[in-house]
């Protein structure tokens, strides 16, 4: 079983930054990636940023020059951040951690409760 705990988001004026981080603990030694989704409402949800276990990261398309993902940590714990700058007011979502791993039954993913990210003035 893997958990994942969130923190940071909260409320920011266009073209201010914020922090994310998501620490995944737990059965991660089958981890394949870690990463974030968001949903704004009346959207689907949709990958910000990842980064597989060997670092290598993905963004949007919309990110790709305004945020930043990196993961540290061990075997045992392992924390995935997300540097958000220059934000936007469509960047307004809930923000959701994603865990992508393997297990005794095959491939499986967890998500986090989700944190609220407001850009607004």
């Known amino acids: 079983q893997v958990q994942l705990v969130e923190s940071g988001g909260g409320s920011v004026q266009p073209g201010g930054s914020l922090w994310l981080s998501c620490a995944a603990s737990?059965?991660?030694?089958?981890?394949?990636?870690l990463g974030w989704y968001r949903q704004a409402p009346g959207n689907q949800r949709e990958l910000v940023a990842s980064i597989e276990r060997e670092g290598r990261p993905t963004y949007t398309d919309s990110a790709e020059d305004r945020f930043a993902v990196s993961i540290s940590g061990d075997s045992a714990l392992k924390t995935v951040y997300l540097q958000m700058t220059s934000l936007k007011p469509e960047d307004t979502a809930t923000y959701y951690c994603h865990y992508e791993g393997l297990g005794s039954y095959g491939q499986f993913e967890v998500w986090g409760q989700g944190t609220l990210v407001t850009v607004s003035s």
């Open positions: 737990g059965a991660i030694h089958g981890l394949l990636s």
